[in-house]
Structure formats: structure tokens, C-alpha cells
């Protein structure tokens, strides 16, 4: 059994900055073995993979719109992912989920997660 715990959103103006934390706990197998994904759905708007990382080797892949100003990090001692997101706009708002995907397939598919958290909102205002 696996458990995620998200915190960090918040309302932002655009333009600043949230970072977003996903600690993870109850992994069978080694937290190194997992990908940690950030998605995140908007009212009307189907569920986008943000960002995902390896946290065995650190590989990262991003979502077009976010690249160049969100960062996925991890921290394996704390068994816990992170997502720096900066020049935040209106249509980043959003609640953000983090998931676990346990075959580590660093995949933005949703279908491909395992276990997921409850979601923290972010909001970004004009």
C-alpha cells in the first residue's frame, strides 16, 4: 500500500511562484524503483500530465507547457518529489495530483499510475 501526501498549493498572482511537495510512504518495493508523476486538471479540461521523474536515476520529461518554468526534483532520503513552478499563469490553475508508478515507466499517462494522492489546488490569478 502506497500512500501520497501533497502539499504546497496556494493562490498566486501570475507570474509568481508555488512549490508543490508529493511525500510518499508504504512502498512494497524501494521508493528508487518508482516514477512520481505531477497531473493536473483544470474545470472543463481533461486530466494533463505535467511532469514525472525517475527517482532511481533522476530522468525528467515535461509537458510542453510547462517546460522552461516548472522543475521536477526528488529527494530520496525523504521519499519525497517536488514540483518548482515558476512565471505562473492563469492557465495553470488547476488541482495538481501526484501519482506512483511503480514500473518506473516515466510515462505523462495517467492510465499508467498506480496510486495517487488526494490533489492540492493552485490557482493563479490575472
Known amino acids: 500500500e502506497v500512500q501520497l501526501v501533497e502539499s504546497g498549493g496556494g493562490l498566486v498572482q501570475a507570474g509568481g511562484s508555488l512549490r508543490l511537495s508529493c511525500a510518499a510512504s508504504?512502498?512494497?518495493?524501494?521508493?528508487?524503483?518508482?516514477?512520481i508523476g505531477w497531473f493536473r486538471q483544470a474545470p472543463g479540461k481533461e486530466r494533463e500530465g505535467v511532469s514525472c521523474?525517475?527517482?532511481?536515476?533522476?530522468?525528467?520529461r515535461y509537458a510542453d507547457s510547462v517546460k522552461g518554468r516548472f522543475t521536477i526534483s526528488s529527494d530520496n532520503a525523504r521519499n519525497t518529489v517536488y514540483l518548482q513552478m515558476n512565471s505562473l499563469k492563469p492557465e495553470d490553475t488547476a488541482v495538481y495530483y501526484c501519482?506512483?508508478?511503480?514500473?518506473?515507466?516515466?510515462?505523462?499517462?495517467?492510465?499508467?499510475?498506480?496510486?495517487w494522492g488526494q490533489g492540492t489546488q493552485v490557482t493563479v490569478s490575472s
Open positions: 521523474i525517475s527517482s532511481g536515476d533522476g530522468i525528467t
Open positions: 508504504g512502498f512494497t518495493f524501494d521508493f528508487d524503483d518508482a516514477a
Open positions: 501519482a506512483a508508478d511503480l514500473s518506473d515507466s516515466l510515462s505523462l499517462s495517467s492510465y499508467d499510475y498506480d496510486h
